[in-house]
């Protein structure tokens, strides 16, 4: 199983709190906004960095600055929609893409609905989120989509995983590299996460 758990303690904190059923709305998307924000930090340790020459009040120096690699955020919606504040806290130069994908609650499987990209996709990389990670199917749909238009090189940022999901985006999609601040213990029969913080979606907008 190819997946980089994220166990920062203000992380795992956080989340124990987002699982708690007793949180709120309001309070769900605060804490998944200050997640997300302390993942990207781990998911852009790579970033390219060059060397410029800058004047401090005292000296000349040599220093570094990121490269202005083109980066793109695609939120899988609804529940990805929770997380794109705190990613573009980080990076707020990222382009933000738009993919719809539910679950259908008979079948397990993805249905696709939309799907909005920056233009230069090919020149982009991209980091996916949704906080679930499920069946794995609509990661694995929405990587498709993202391939189909060009796109190279992905990353997978979710908060919760299913091994089952883990197994599915590797096999589908091995050089999508997967962060997650937590591998659960299993789907239950009607594919939620074990155990999981609920419906994701429907905790972020209140919907039920
Ligand atoms: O890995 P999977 O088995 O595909 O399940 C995970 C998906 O399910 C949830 O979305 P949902 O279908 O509830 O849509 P919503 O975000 O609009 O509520 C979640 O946000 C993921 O996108
Ligand atoms: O546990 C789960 C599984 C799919 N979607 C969710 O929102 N939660
Ligand atoms: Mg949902």
């Known amino acids: 199983?190819?997946?980089?758990?994220?166990?920062?303690p203000l992380i795992q904190h956080?989340?124990?709190?987002?699982?708690?059923?007793?949180t709120g709305s309001k309070d769900f998307r605060e804490l998944l906004e200050e997640i997300a924000m302390l993942m990207a930090?781990?998911?852009?340790?790579?970033?390219p960095l060059e060397e410029t020459e800058i004047e401090t009040p005292v000296a000349?120096?040599?220093?570094?600055?990121?490269?202005g690699k083109k980066l793109g955020v695609?939120?899988?919606?609804?529940?990805?929609l929770g997380m794109v504040n705190g990613v573009?806290?980080?990076?707020?130069?990222?382009?933000?893409?738009?993919?719809?994908?539910?679950?259908?609650?008979e079948t397990l499987k993805p249905v696709e609905y939309y799907c909005k990209l920056p233009t230069d996709v090919s020149e982009r990389d991209f980091i996916v989120i949704d906080p679930m990670l499920a069946t794995g199917g609509s990661s694995?749909?929405?990587?498709d989509m993202?391939?189909?238009?060009?796109?190279?090189?992905?990353?997978?940022?979710c908060l919760v995983a299913a091994p089952e999901g883990v197994h599915l985006v590797n096999e589908q999609h091995p050089d999508v590299e997967i962060y997650t601040a937590s591998v659960d213990e299993r789907l239950n029969d009607h594919g939620y996460i074990v155990p999981g913080l609920g419906d994701a979606g429907d905790r972020i907008f209140g919907t039920k």
């Open 146 to 157: 993202l391939k189909r238009k060009g796109a190279k090189n992905i990353k997978l940022m």
């Open 14 to 22: 956080k989340l124990s709190l987002l699982r708690d059923k007793n």
């Open 88 to 105: 573009l806290r980080l990076i707020p130069a990222a382009k933000v893409g738009h993919v719809g994908v539910y679950r259908d609650p």
């Open 41 to 47: 930090y781990e998911l852009t340790r790579n970033l």
């Open 1 to 8: 199983m190819q997946v980089k758990v994220i166990d920062h």
């Open 60 to 67: 000349r120096t040599r220093c570094k600055v990121l490269t």
């Open 140 to 143: 694995v749909a929405t990587i």
């Open 74 to 80: 695609v939120p899988i919606l609804r529940a990805g």
